[in-house]
């Protein structure tokens, strides 16, 4: 016979002999568990769960709930691998968004948008953009870089330093194969 929760139990001391010694019509329906057994059956104390229900994207295992629960949450939806999600609908669902990581050359890379699928990005009028200093000026016979890649300089220990501007990588190439141009500053 399994202990069940409905099941009355009397506790006795340790040294009571529990051993069943009547007959077998006698002691239907009655047998001795320890503290242990209790626990066993009860998860080691408080209040039992009736049930574990999965909600949406969420799966159990095992699927009854009881014993070792595990439980596992998934958002639904799908997409390709670096690339950065977004929800593509009230209900939770996700998709590809516009941005993606990579790396290449040993660079890591947020990508905006694709060739095929260009993007108009948007600072608002209350934000901005910055583009942190580097701490010597590109050149173009020590300095590698990408087609369109800029690049600031300012040297603060000397704001006259002839060095001091904006740099725009226009051929793309390892250190001394690509070309760098300076956009001169102006005060205003």
């Not at 596992?72 to 968004?97: C, H, K």
Request: aromatic letters at 4%; glycine letters at 14%; proline letters at 2%.
């Amino acid at each position: 016979m399994a202990i069940k929760l409905t099941d009355k139990i009397h506790t006795v001391s340790t040294d009571i002999d529990t051993t069943n010694r009547g007959s077998a019509q006698a002691n239907a329906g009655r047998a001795a568990y320890t503290l242990q057994d209790v626990s066993d059956l009860i998860g080691g104390g408080g209040s039992a769960v009736d049930s574990i229900v999965a909600g949406s994207n969420v799966t159990i295992s095992p699927s009854g709930g009881t014993g070792n629960v595990t439980i596992n949450a998934d958002i639904g939806g799908s997409g390709n691998d670096g690339q950065f999600a977004i929800f593509t609908n009230n209900n939770g669902t996700l998709g590809n968004g516009l941005l993606s990581a990579s790396t290449s050359g040993g660079l890591n890379l947020i990508t905006v948008g694709s060739g095929s699928a260009p993007v108009l990005l948007i600072v608002g009028t209350a934000s901005r953009v910055i583009i942190q200093k580097q701490s010597s000026a590109p050149s173009s016979a020590s300095t590698a870089g990408q087609a369109g890649e800029m690049v600031t300089f300012f040297n603060t220990a000397d704001p006259a330093d002839a060095a001091n501007g904006l740099y725009v990588c226009t051929n793309q190439g390892a250190a001394g194969s690509a070309s760098w141009s300076k956009a001169a500053l102006t005060a205003v």
